[in-house]
T-cell receptor, first 112, second 113 residues
Framework: QKEVEQNSGPLSVPEGAIASLNCTYSDRVSQSFFWYRQYSGKSPELIMSIYSNGDKEDGRFTAQLNKASQYVSLLIRDSQPSDSATYLCAVNIASGTYKYIFGTGTRLKVLA | KAGVTQTPRYLIKTRGQQVTLSCSPISGHRSVSWYQQTPGQGLQFLFEYFSETQRNKGNFPGRFSGRQFSNSRSEMNVSTLELGDSALYLC????????????FGPGTRLTVT
C-alpha cells in the first residue's frame, strides 16, 4: 500500500460546479496535511494546510480532514477553467524521521 | 518577499558527469528540502537541511548529496550522472521545517544524455 494515495483522474467537472479531490494515507500518526496545485510545466503551489480534524475554508477552497478514516479531501467551489491543474496531496509522515510524502496527484479539468 | 529561487533553470549533462544545483530560500526560512519529480515516480523527497544540518534523507543513493550554508542557501550535488537522473529537481523552503508549509522554487530541469 502506498503511503499517500490519490486517484490520478482526470476528474472533469463543468464550470461553476464543485470539484472534490480525495487523498488517503497509511500512517496513523501523521499530523500535517497539505494540498498543492501544479500547472503543467510549473512547480507546485501551496493551496491549503490542515492539521486538525474537520473543515478549513479559504476562499473557494475547503480542506477536510478525518484522521480516524485516514483521508483528507479538497473541495473547490465554483470551479473555473483556470483551476484546471494537477492537485497534489502531501502528508507529513511522522514514523521514524519526519518526511513529506506526496501523492501522485489528481488531474482536474474544468470544462467551460 | 522574494520567493524561492533556483539556478540554473535548465541543464544538459552527459552520463558520468556531475552536477551542482543551487537554491536560495525565502528570506528568514531556515529549512530547505529537495525533491526529484519524474512522470513515472512523481515527487520524491531527497533530503532536508535545517540550519546547516541534514535533518531527513529520502531513499536515494549516495550519489545524491547536499549541503546548506550559513545564509540558508543550499546546494545539491549529483555525481556520476545516470540517464535515469533526468528529472525536474525542486527545492522548497519552510519557516519551521518539513512538517509545515513548504514553498517551492521554479525547479531545475536536468537532462542527462
Amino acid at each position: 500500500q502506498k503511503e499517500v494515495e490519490q486517484n490520478s483522474g482526470p476528474l472533469s467537472v463543468p464550470e461553476g460546479a464543485i470539484a472534490s479531490l480525495n487523498c488517503t494515507y497509511s500512517d496513523r500518526v501523521s499530523q500535517s496535511f497539505f494540498w498543492y496545485r501544479q500547472y503543467s510545466g510549473k512547480s507546485p503551489e501551496l493551496i491549503m494546510s490542515i492539521y486538525s480534524n474537520g473543515d478549513k475554508e479559504d476562499g473557494r477552497f475547503t480542506a477536510q480532514l478525518n484522521k480516524a478514516s485516514q483521508y483528507v479531501s479538497l473541495l473547490i467551489r465554483d470551479s473555473q477553467p483556470s483551476d484546471s491543474a494537477t492537485y497534489l496531496c502531501a502528508v507529513n509522515i511522522a514514523s521514524g524521521t519526519y518526511k513529506y510524502i506526496f501523492g501522485t496527484g489528481t488531474r482536474l479539468k474544468v470544462l467551460a | 518577499k522574494a520567493g524561492v529561487t533556483q539556478t540554473p533553470r535548465y541543464l544538459i549533462k552527459t552520463r558520468g558527469q556531475q552536477v551542482t544545483l543551487s537554491c536560495s530560500p525565502i528570506s528568514g526560512h531556515r529549512s530547505v528540502s529537495w525533491y526529484q519529480q519524474t512522470p513515472g515516480q512523481g515527487l520524491q523527497f531527497l533530503f532536508e537541511y535545517f540550519s546547516e544540518t541534514q535533518r531527513n534523507k529520502g531513499n536515494f543513493p549516495g550519489r545524491f548529496s547536499g549541503r546548506q550554508f550559513s545564509n540558508s542557501r543550499s546546494e545539491m550535488n549529483v555525481s556520476t550522472l545516470e540517464l535515469g537522473d533526468s528529472a525536474l529537481y525542486l527545492c522548497a523552503s519552510s519557516l519551521r521545517g518539513s512538517g509545515y508549509e513548504q514553498y517551492f522554487g521554479p525547479g531545475t530541469r536536468l537532462t542527462v544524455t
